[in-house]
């Protein structure tokens, strides 16, 4: 049983460019959940979407930050015109359900901006 | 709005020592409250899960308690080893989302 996938592991990105983070949930998990690892932070919560549906994108940046998780394929995180500050760890989570459903955590994708 | 807090934020102990880690949060109404490992440049390793209705969950040389009323968790790690040197970080289960803590860099010293 496959768990959480994301890919890529590391992304590199040049200031202005474009990234796009995708993630693979657990098989018959319909919940995603995106984290940000800022260097020496804690994670932080930043969407949680169901298929076709945002639920809560209070800790997205109010720009250049958008989510996604289509009827068919993975989620996908898109930051557009990146910055140095973008430069982060981006984990993704699956769950069956909310309440008190564990959620399952991907290996992360690591961007760096140069 | 809940806040998770880790104290301390680093520890370093010799090898072969009992430790404590704290955890605290300002808001009682959670679901569920997780400790997971991370090692540096790595994803998180769940350790244990421990559910709202429950006090305590215990996992080999590690002892996680829950006291919701308080707004307090412990992790305990007996017969501490170089291989548990790592990030320990305190999570709390809300709905939709979990609210971490900054994290515990533990260092045990051969």
């Known amino acids: 049983n496959a768990g959480v996938m994301q890919n890529p592991r590391h992304l590199v990105r040049r200031r202005g460019q474009e990234a796009r983070l995708r993630c693979s949930p657990m098989?018959?998990?319909?919940?995603v959940y995106w984290y940000r690892q800022l260097p020496e932070e804690g994670l932080k919560f930043m969407v949680y979407?169901?298929?076709?549906?945002?639920?809560?994108e209070s800790g997205m940046p109010k720009e250049r930050f958008s989510a996604e998780f289509p009827k068919e394929g993975p989620s996908i995180l898109r930051i557009q015109q990146v910055v140095r500050g973008d430069s982060a760890a981006y984990f993704c989570?699956?769950?069956?359900?909310?309440?008190?459903?564990?959620?399952?955590f991907g290996d992360g994708t690591r961007l760096s901006i140069l | 709005k809940q806040e998770v807090t880790q104290i301390p934020a680093a520890l370093s102990v010799p090898e072969g020592e009992n430790l404590v880690l704290n955890c605290s949060f300002t808001d009682s109404a959670i679901y569920n409250l997780q400790w997971f490992r991370q090692d540096p440049g790595k994803g998180l390793t769940s350790l244990l899960l421990i559910q709202s209705s429950q006090r305590e969950q215990t996992s080999g040389r590690l002892n996680a308690s829950l006291d919701k009323s308080s707004g307090r968790s412990t992790l305990y790690i007996a017969a501490s080893q170089p291989g548990d040197s790592a990030t320990y970080l305190c999570a709390v289960h809300q709905p939709g989302k979990i609210i971490f803590g900054k994290g515990t860099r533990l260092h045990i010293l051969p």
């Open positions: 979407l169901q298929k076709e549906n945002i639920i809560d």
């Open positions: 989570a699956s769950s069956t359900g909310t309440g008190d459903q564990p959620q399952h």
């Open positions: 098989k018959g998990h319909s919940h």
